[in-house]
């Protein structure tokens, strides 16, 4: 189980370092230029540069900070996002996550006490102002999300994300729940702090939001569970209704597909504003999730009152 934990980690970490480098050349592309090409064959080296600058730079810390919320707030975000990878089916020896979904809701929500204490202990207004934004932001969000997820757990009546495979042998839930799926994609990139909603770090308004005070280690950090999440609402999106063949190589060309459309929105979409973030969680998502959620009980009861 050890190697287990230990494959997987290593794994997420390369994963991530390399999603750097495709965000930078997806990026660069989408504005006419190359993206990092000189550090290795065509800049392939180029997150490892990357790392061992940020590594090895100078760490400073305000004068007024609070010292160990301060340090130790990047080190549990990127705890509680490899933590978010647990819950994913393994085919070695590995945990059995028959309720794999509560503990993917119970560590996705704790990640968001991470940030308040990034931005708070800084004592500094730009931080404090991020980390609200962001507590606010996905607390509104993780409500639409959960309940757009119990709609795909009444259709599968199980917690376990080895089910999701067997129940889209036939046909991928995405072709059965659409606008679920969509709603699902925006909420994921407001959970996750992404353009158009990255209010946490606003660089026009807020310098850098809750990591403005962070550099070197604690920075590079913050970074790292920034993209592990991205990495993990990608496989996890791929789970639940792009038919969920986790043993295929098919499963990673979907999982490079959904990342690539994090990286996408973020070079086409200008940000949104933040009133209209709150006006889409509380009076678009939540009627509509509540909906759907009484549609597809009700389509189960049916099919198992007729079936059964």
Do not use: H
Not at 3 to 28: D, H, N, P, Q, Y
Not at 140 to 167: N, R
């Amino acid at each position: 189980m050890f190697f287990s934990i230990l494959f997987l980690v290593v794994g997420v970490l390369i994963g991530v370092a390399f999603l750097t480098l495709f965000e930078r050349k997806v990026l660069g592309y989408i504005q006419l230029r190359k993206g990092p090409n000189k550090v290795g064959f065509t800049g392939i080296l180029q997150p490892f540069g990357d790392a061992v600058k940020l590594f090895t730079k100078e760490q400073v810390y305000p004068l007024m900070s609070n010292y160990l919320f301060y340090y130790f707030s990047p080190i549990f975000n990127l705890y509680f996002s490899l933590m978010l990878w647990f819950c994913m089916p393994f085919l070695t020896y590995f945990f059995s996550m028959n309720y794999g979904i509560l503990f993917f809701l119970c560590c996705s929500s704790l990640g968001v006490y991470t940030i308040m204490l990034a931005g708070w202990s800084s004592n500094s207004n730009y931080s404090l102002f991020g980390s609200l934004r962001s507590v606010a932001q996905t607390i509104s969000y993780e409500v639409s999300l959960s309940l757009i997820l119990l709609s795909f757990l009444f259709l599968i009546f199980s917690l376990s994300l080895m089910d999701f495979f067997s129940f889209q042998s036939n046909i991928w839930f995405f072709f059965i729940c659409l606008p679920l799926c969509l709603m699902w994609l925006v909420t994921g990139l407001a959970e996750t702090n992404r353009t158009p909603f990255d209010f946490a770090e606003g660089e026009s308004e807020l310098v850098s939001g809750f990591n403005v005070e962070y550099s070197s280690g604690g920075f590079a950090l913050i970074f790292l569970s920034e993209y592990s999440n991205i990495l993990f609402m990608s496989m996890f999106s791929c789970l639940i209704f792009f038919g969920g063949d986790y043993g295929s190589l098919f499963f990673v060309l979907k999982l490079l597909l959904f990342s690539f459309f994090w990286l996408w929105t973020r070079g086409s979409l200008p940000r949104y504003r933040y009133d209209k973030l709150m006006y889409l969680a509380w009076k678009v998502f939540l009627p509509s999730s509540l909906f759907f959620l009484l549609f597809y009980f009700g389509m189960k009861m049916l099919f198992l009152s007729l079936f059964c």
